[in-house]
């Protein structure tokens, strides 16, 4: 298994499925697996004693009845908030082992969060093939990969920071195709929004240049069943949804769901 290599389109369940809003919990990645998806995206933070949480923000506040800084709790408070009241808060482990053939993309949130990751997929037999490492910042996602490799692990996937997609994007622009642009980005995979407030951002000629780096493009976060269908026909590789339930939907309609 590599994280990489299931058939194109591959469908995210971003923060797993819930409705209730029960983002990052074991229940709603429990949903998205229940309804077939085999990739699942979450965010990593570490608690002030080293524990590696499915958390996205820097504070528990909007999302659980907890109140302060993820980064300044240990996990004995962390582990008493519960998730719109109702679901604890998990650690990167438990998702883990709970569904082994499922695949993570990992959005690494926060400094702290790289050694307990590292860590974690180095002393976890197969976990580092399962995962693509991501993060808006090319330092932590760099810092991750050199620690992997330190360990001896040199099978995870990663995908573009957003200087990677810069780079990419000024490449690309400037002509260059194949493994040079591959080599431009540093990474396995682009995954980008549509848009970058009035920039588009996936264009036929973004995705064609991407295919000849062998760089599948993913997009996030696609919520309308319209948008999956245009971007789908456009020809990106994944969509990342909060609602997996529709884009189950539409990838049935156009015979493109896979039973897993």
């Not at 194109?8 to 229940?34: Q, T």
């Not at 399962?130 to 996602?141: G, Q």
Request: net charge positive; with cysteine.
């Amino acid at each position: 298994m590599s994280f990489l290599d299931a058939a194109a389109p591959v469908a995210l369940a971003h923060r797993g499925f819930s409705p209730e809003r029960l983002e990052n919990s074991m229940a709603a990645f429990a949903a998205a697996v229940d309804l077939g998806f085999t990739y699942l995206e979450t965010d990593v933070r570490a608690t002030a004693d080293g524990a590696l949480v499915t958390f996205h923000d820097a504070t528990l506040q909007r999302a659980t009845d907890g109140i302060g800084a993820i980064a300044d709790l240990p996990w004995s408070t962390v582990a008493r908030a519960r998730i719109a009241g109702v679901q604890p808060v998990p650690r990167l482990e438990e998702v883990l082992t709970a569904w082994p053939h499922v695949r993570l993309n990992i959005d690494v949130k926060h400094p702290a969060a790289v050694a307990p990751l590292v860590d974690l997929l180095a002393s976890s037999p197969g976990a580092s093939e399962r995962v693509c490492v991501a993060s808006f910042s090319e330092r932590r996602r760099r810092a991750v990969l050199a620690g992997l490799r330190a360990r001896g692990v040199r099978s995870v996937t990663s995908s573009a920071a957003r200087a990677g997609v810069v780079r990419f994007l000024v490449a690309a622009r400037a002509g260059a195709r194949g493994a040079v642009l591959r080599r431009a980005v540093g990474a396995d995979c682009l995954q980008v929004p549509e848009r970058s407030g009035r920039v588009r951002v996936v264009t036929p000629a973004l995705l064609a240049a991407a295919a000849s780096a062998r760089l599948p493009v993913h997009v996030w976060t696609v919520d309308d069943p319209g948008d999956m269908h245009r971007l789908l026909d456009l020809g990106v590789d994944g969509l990342v949804t909060d609602r997996a339930d529709l884009l189950r939907d539409v990838l049935v309609q156009r015979g493109q769901w896979r039973a897993r």
